[in-house]
Nanobody
Framework: EVQLVESGGGLVQAGGSLNLSCQAS????????VGWFRQAPGKEREGVAT????????YYGQFVKGRFTISTDVAKKMIYLQMNNLKPEDTAIYYC??????????????WGQGTQVTVSS
């Protein structure tokens, strides 16, 4: 059974940094697509960053523009999102997700409970 638990959110001033963590028990990293999504009030959930386990390829939302980095520590079963130069528009609940690559759909992913990120201007 896959269980994802996020941590590391909080309140930060614009221009600051946060490092989100996700404990990903039950995830087979080498066969999975893992990633971070976010949802702001009144908006749909959007993809922030994903990483494919089979080849290490990463994908970032266009709004990231080099500010965020997704990484994993397979031995520790961890997924990280380092966020730099945060902007008020980055304020959202950030969710960690994972699914097997063969499924190829986030509709069938496992999700954490989310961690709140608030960026003040």
């Amino acid at each position: 059974e896959v269980q994802l638990v996020e941590s590391g959110g909080g309140l930060v001033q614009a221009g600051g940094s946060l490092n989100l963590s996700c404990q990903a028990s039950g995830v087979i990293f080498e066969d999975s697509l893992v990633g971070w999504f976010r949802q702001a009030p009144g908006k749909e959930r959007e993809g922030v960053a994903t990483r494919r386990g089979s080849n290490g390829k990463t994908y970032y939302g266009q709004f990231v523009k080099g500010r965020f980095t997704i990484s994993t520590d397979v031995a520790k079963k961890m997924i990280y999102l380092q966020m730099n130069n945060l902007k008020p528009e980055d304020t959202a609940i950030y969710y960690c997700g994972a699914h097997l690559e063969v499924i190829e759909s986030w509709d069938h992913a496992s999700w954490g409970q989310g961690t709140q990120v608030t960026v003040s201007s």
